[in-house]
């Protein structure tokens, strides 16, 4: 295996092996690199960047070189280049560079450099986030969550992701909007992924908010996800949700769990949790996320450390599933 190979495998961080007869199609290629097939007949038509030999009567098909093209300008627009500075940079180049011979833009860090050591399925969706490619981004996220479930889909894939899209913007100011649009992505492919629970195991629901101003609610789209998925009822009531509407949710409903969102620690404040009235039957109440670490919480109240604990807890609060006669 050449350079080309080699440089490959330690990008996406697999083992590929190919001939140097082989060619691709446009579809292969879109898979390989995380985007969408329309992406890359844009990039074609628009800046050239596209499969070099003309085969007569056939579809035009990608050889190594040209898919090692099309992985420099990836490079390039994760460093934060558009995509016409991202396609002249490539084609510039005869050859694949190493990602640490590039230097980052200035003020921001290379977020190939920072997913280097991650999974294909990172790179595939930080590249398509780069290119702002909605499509490639939702698909990627769609087909990980049927091979991994939605816990393991947010803790693996989508927070290193959403992590660096983060940090790049404290110390640049760059990339809001992509951060953004992954975000948006993500709500969609876990409302997607949440089946409708018409019988659910639980008799009384269970109750899933933020603490009163936190608005960083995407985490209990994914939780109520995975309980969706293991056949439990949840009510979502979603972002900074006032104490006094907490307290009036559980009277009019009875949940069996109560579970709170708090991101950050200003609002993690325990009086929400002490505002939640007790019912004849006993609710169990349920602090989840970073935010709570530090908080000192009632004693009716369990902290859940992840979203993997929080499945785990609720699912033995709910009980085993009912066999199937």
Do not use: K
Not at 7 to 22: K, M, N, Q, T, Y
Not at 175 to 182: A, G, I, K
Request: with cysteine; aromatic share 4%; net charge neutral.
């Amino acid at each position: 295996m050449g350079d080309h190979g080699r440089v490959l495998d330690a990008v996406i961080g697999s083992a590929i092996r190919h001939d140097d007869e082989e060619t691709l199609p446009v579809a292969a290629v879109a898979r390989r690199l995380g985007v969408a097939p329309a992406t890359l007949r844009t990039w074609d038509r628009r800046y050239g960047i596209g499969p070099r030999a003309h085969t007569t009567g056939r579809h035009r098909r990608y050889t190594q070189a040209d898919i090692a093209r099309l992985e420099l300008m990836q490079q390039a627009l994760l460093r934060g280049a558009t995509p016409a500075e991202a396609a002249s940079y490539a084609l510039r180049s005869s050859e694949v560079v190493p990602p640490e011979v590039v230097a980052p833009r200035e003020g921001g860090p290379s977020l190939l450099r920072e997913f280097g050591t991650r999974s294909a399925t990172v790179l595939g969706l930080s590249r398509a986030a780069m290119a702002m490619d909605t499509v490639a981004i939702q698909q990627l996220i769609a087909d990980s969550i049927d091979a991994l479930g939605v816990v393991a889909v947010w803790n693996d894939v989508l927070r290193p992701v959403l992590s660096a899209l983060a940090s790049r913007w404290e110390q640049s100011g760059e990339c809001v909007e992509v951060e953004h649009l992954v975000h948006e992505c993500t709500l969609t492919a876990m409302i997607g992924a949440t089946p409708v629970v018409t019988a659910p195991r639980n008799p009384r629901p269970v109750l899933l908010c933020c603490a009163p101003d936190e608005r960083h609610s995407l985490p209990l789209y994914v939780l109520r996800a995975a309980l969706a998925r293991e056949g439990i009822g949840t009510q979502m009531l979603g972002a900074a949700l006032p104490a006094s509407a907490l307290a009036a949710a559980v009277r009019r409903t009875g949940p069996a769990a109560v579970a709170v969102w708090a991101q950050l620690p200003r609002y993690a404040q325990a009086s929400v949790l002490d505002e939640v009235p007790r019912t004849r039957q006993r609710v169990r109440l349920f602090a989840c996320g970073p935010g709570w670490y530090t908080t000192d919480l009632p004693d009716r109240v369990d902290r859940l450390e992840d979203l993997t604990d929080a499945v785990e807890r609720i699912e033995a609060l709910v009980g085993a599933r009912t066999a199937m006669p």
